[in-house]
């Protein structure tokens, strides 16, 4: 299994955000984690720290 990708931030922001809004609209917001988001979005878990700061931090943004 190959790592993902570094992806430029605005590409990364973006596909997490969306990730997201899908996971916490079908399974609810306490229910995913983030392995599940950066999964979805195919980027890394520092990305997701780096862009937003928390698992909640896209639905916010």
């Known amino acids: 299994m190959s790592s993902p990708k570094a992806l430029p931030r605005p590409c990364?922001?973006?596909k997490i955000r969306s990730s997201a809004r899908d996971?916490?609209?079908n399974?609810?917001?306490?229910?995913?984690g983030v392995g599940e988001i950066v999964h979805k979005a195919g980027v890394t878990k520092s990305s997701l720290y780096r862009a937003f700061g928390s698992k909640d931090g896209p639905t916010a943004a």
Do not use: T
């Open 12 to 14: 990364a922001a973006s």
């Open 23 to 25: 996971l916490f609209y």
């Open 27 to 32: 399974q609810g917001i306490r229910a995913v």
